[in-house]
């Protein structure tokens, strides 16, 4: 019964408005805040966030959809939220479900003006970013992750901007490679890939149009991290890569606070 139903789910993955939905019970069973925080192309867009029970609690950010074309993302964080709510008691979670939703209705990478959101976070004349940077002002995480997939990758990849040791990349892929195959390309959209871990230290001023990765980078976390998985392989197998990259960073997150 609960792999048909989420067949079921899956099927629906470009379906913004159940998306929105299923966001809204899980916020009200949970007592998360969810908030409208912009409207574009006609949908609006929330931000969710578990209230901080306590303000020692390990902090972290999520996002999903900024590319519509990628559904496993968007599927997989509200997937694993619904069935990790319990354990996220213990976490500060600010959570983006859906950057791009006209994007993810139509099936497409880029918003209703043609623009790739995900290299806008340097512009000003992008109303959805800077009211994500709005919430986002003043505000630090220990961990940054985006979930985005690659319609050209053979397996999945990880980007990891350098910054807080240890690193976790490692452990995220290898997490990650329980459900689908790691990359095994050298070169990844021009950059060096190891095993599926592309790791760089990025200076700000070295890239003319931000990606959201970098925002968070060098704004708000010492950690910022994008997973991607392979969009032609099985979208169970991808929904389930994200959700274990997720309960890795928790775990890890868990450590971190045991330690410092
Ligand atoms: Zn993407």
Known sequence: MARQLE????????????????????????????????????FSLYAIESPPRKTSAPSLYLSAGIHGDE????????????????????FQVLIFPCLNPWGLQHNNRHDAEGRDLNRGYRRR???VIAAQKKILRGRTFDAALMLHEDFDAHGVYLYEIEGTRP??????LAAAAKHVPR???KMVEGRACRRGLIRKSIRPDLMPDHPEAFLLRYGHSGRSMTIETPSEFSMAA?????????????????????TS
């Open 167 to 172: 690193f976790w990349g490692e452990k995220l």
């Open 238 to 258: 991808r929904v389930q890569a994200h959700g274990a990259v997720l309960d890795e960073v928790l775990r890890l997150l868990k450590g971190q606070t045991l």
């Open 7 to 42: 067949s079921a789910a899956h099927l629906r993955a470009h379906d913004y408005a159940w998306l929105v939905k299923r966001w809204r019970a899980l916020a009200k069973r949970e007592k998360w805040r969810l908030r409208r925080f912009a409207t574009a192309d006609g």
């Open 71 to 90: 559904p496993a993302a968007t599927e997989a964080l509200i997937t694993w939220c619904e069935r990790r709510a319990k354990a996220l008691e213990k």
């Open 183 to 185: 990359e095994p390309r």
């Open 125 to 127: 004349n992008v109303p």
